[in-house]
């Protein structure tokens, strides 16, 4: 069985919303190689690994770390998403409306992630969804995960979407962090200013050089991106 692990970032300008495609049976290894990185690092177990959290220090021990052990530590992350057999990533991005586009932007998910069953093994064509808690839209996403369930019972093919969804806690879930981290990194290489213009400064050299090296390298194999 597969899993997809669902989540969103956005700011004033893009809303993102994306998924981590993982056989069941790369997960726990999955989180023993998050968690040994956290420990190498000398960072505590329960730290939360989300890119707004890392990157802009909103929170212990991310505010007593400085911005060259922060991006260390995002460095080994990337590495190892790069390198661990597995883990793809479906990113859909869409200019920020005034409206909720989480759900809108799942239906174009959706799709992408019943491609990865064409290549699984007989046993391995159910795919169960994952979302990180909305309490205001919780049933919207349960019901958009009930029609994609619909439409490949209809379709009579040997794929099978298990259940109709399951709610997670990214406090808890390495998953859903995971998905985070690369959303919000993601939408950061998306809008990077490269070129001083009339209205201002180009972003830092080093941020574009890291994000450059984190989408256009080592993560590069991995993520497949629908611009809305």
């Known amino acids: 069985m597969k899993l997809l692990y669902l989540d969103e970032s956005y700011d004033t300008k893009y809303y993102c919303a994306g998924g981590m495609i993982i056989d069941d049976t790369k997960i726990r290894k999955f989180e023993e190689k998050i968690n040994k990185i956290i420990k190498k690092n000398n960072i505590p177990d329960d730290t939360e690994i989300h890119g707004d959290m890392m990157w802009n220090k909103r929170c212990s021990p991310w505010d007593s770390i400085g911005t060259d052990g922060v991006r260390k530590i995002l460095d080994e992350l990337v590495i190892f998403l790069s390198e661990y057999k597995g883990p793809k990533f479906i990113i859909a991005l869409v200019q920020k409306s005034s409206s909720d586009q989480y759900v809108s932007l799942l239906q174009k998910i959706y799709p992408e992630a019943k491609k990865s069953l064409n290549s699984a093994g007989s046993s391995n064509k159910q795919l169960l969804v994952v979302f990180d808690e909305r309490q205001d839209i919780n049933q919207d996403?349960?019901?958009?995960?009930?029609?994609?369930?619909?439409?490949?019972?209809?379709?009579?093919?040997?794929?099978?979407?298990?259940?109709?969804?399951?709610?997670?806690?990214?406090?808890?879930?390495?998953?859903?962090?995971?998905?985070?981290?690369?959303?919000?990194?993601?939408?950061?290489?998306?809008?990077?200013?490269?070129?001083?213009?009339?209205?201002?400064?180009?972003?830092?050299?080093?941020?574009?050089?890291?994000?450059?090296?984190?989408?256009?390298?080592?993560?590069?194999?991995k993520i497949k991106v629908i611009l809305v």
């Open 141 to 221: 996403i349960f019901d958009s995960i009930k029609t994609f369930k619909d439409i490949v019972d209809k379709s009579k093919s040997n794929h099978a979407i298990v259940d109709y969804g399951y709610e997670g806690k990214s406090k808890f879930s390495r998953y859903l962090q995971t998905v985070d981290l690369v959303l919000y990194f993601y939408r950061k290489y998306y809008q990077l200013k490269r070129n001083p213009d009339l209205f201002g400064a180009a972003d830092d050299a080093r941020l574009i050089a890291m994000l450059d090296d984190m989408f256009e390298v080592k993560l590069k194999k």
